[in-house]
């Protein structure tokens, strides 16, 4: 040994810097197989989850639909026109964007649960047809040019109605939330019962309500149950309109895509048109139930008055007014949720081992 240099020089020197960045490299770095081996895994997560990020971006962009279809359920606006001068004359551009950031927040999460418990309960209703009947409704339905059957009916209902109702729990704080912000103004400022309210300039400058702040008034005042006003409604709307929305899906899609000659899981064509169909029919089914569930929400922060005169203007306005915005708004968005949904799972599929 060199009596120059110490006992523990070539331990740090030479041979021990190169072994150690390559397995730090193979740490960080997931190797093709595992990365596809999860992806496989969590094909229904992952496709739901990016095409829901994707068809909620997209919308955020074009005017905010949701945020006039709220006030046109919450006040007893002749039509859209006169609405959406309300608001740009008295909340301003911000009146517009109130209530974003609920929706992007929870709109992934309850989506990837329930596309998420809908597949696993289409799974386990078709294995039941097929341990009593002796057909799997799934495997029917995925055979070539075949046609939707009563029991692939029954199927996707049942597994869409229990995804629905799994999944109400999540979102009905989220849109409580989204609903007090959007009619925060309206509310405190009586704007409810006021003809005149659009022609005050002076309530663009009105204090209002944020996401967080809504959500502490609401414990504050109401206690932790007071975010789930309107649960039962809410409940009544998902399972019904889940139910609906993918019973639809899968029978629109399938029979599209044979009349088209073109693949289900294309991005385009079959899952577009069906995304389409299945989003508007159950809002025209249970539209009714949301706007009873919004305005009861609406007015959670209100003072007795104030709550007594949003009721009297909104009791004779049509259980359907804003319908118009929410069909063309859910048209589009599930469009793009269903094109990019199945285009990404069989991208997933046709991964290697």
């Known amino acids: 040994m060199n009596p120059d240099k110490p006992s523990g020089y070539a331990r740090f020197s030479s041979q021990p ?10 740490n960080i770095i997931m190797d093709e197989h595992t990365r596809n081996h999860l992806l496989k895994r969590y094909e229904t997560q992952v496709a739901s989850g990016a095409s829901s990020m994707c068809a909620t971006l997209v919308l955020v962009r074009v005017p905010p639909l949701e945020n006039v279809k709220t006030r046109m359920q919450t006040h007893n606006f002749k039509n859209v026109s006169e609405c959406v001068q309300y608001l740009w004359r008295t909340e301003g551009p911000r009146g517009f964007v109130a209530g974003a950031l609920p929706p992007l927040v929870s709109v992934t999460t309850v989506r990837v649960m329930n ?52 999944t109400s729990p999540l979102a009905c704080p989220f849109e409580l939330a989204k609903n007090v912000v959007q009619t925060s103004v309206l509310v405190s400022n009586r704007a409810l019962a006021s003809p005149d309210a659009a022609r005050d300039p ?20 109401h206690g932790f149950l007071g975010l789930y006003t309107g649960f039962r409604l809410h409940a009544m709307r998902d399972t019904i309109g889940s139910g609906l929305y993918f019973s639809i899906y899968e029978t629109c899609k399938q029979e599209t895509a044979k009349r088209l000659g073109t693949d289900e899981k294309s991005p385009v064509g079959a899952p577009a048109l069906a995304g389409a ?11 009714p139930l949301d706007t009873r569930k919004t305005r009861a929400q609406s007015v959670l922060l209100g003072k007795t008055k104030e709550v007594g005169e949003a009721s009297v203007a909104v009791a004779q306005s049509s259980m359907y007014k804003g319908v118009s915005i929410i069909l063309l708004r859910t048209g589009v968005n599930n469009m793009i949720l269903l094109s990019l949904y199945e285009y990404l799972r069989s991208k997933i599929q046709q991964l290697p081992e």
Do not use: H
């Open 115 to 166: 596309f998420t418990t809908y597949n696993a309960a289409k799974q386990k209703i078709s294995a039941l047809f097929e341990r009593v009947t002796g057909v799997s409704p799934a495997k029917e339905y995925n055979k070539p040019d075949s046609s939707p059957s009563i029991k692939a009916l029954v199927t996707f209902t049942s597994a869409g109605m229990m995804a629905g109702l799994v």
């Open 277 to 287: 169909v299945c989003s508007t029919v159950p809002w025209i089914c249970t539209y």
């Open 17 to 26: 810097s190169t072994n150690l960045s390559a397995p730090t490299k193979q």
């Open 202 to 221: 002076s309530l663009r400058n009105r204090p209002r309500l944020g996401t967080i702040e809504a959500i502490r008034q609401i414990v504050r005042r």
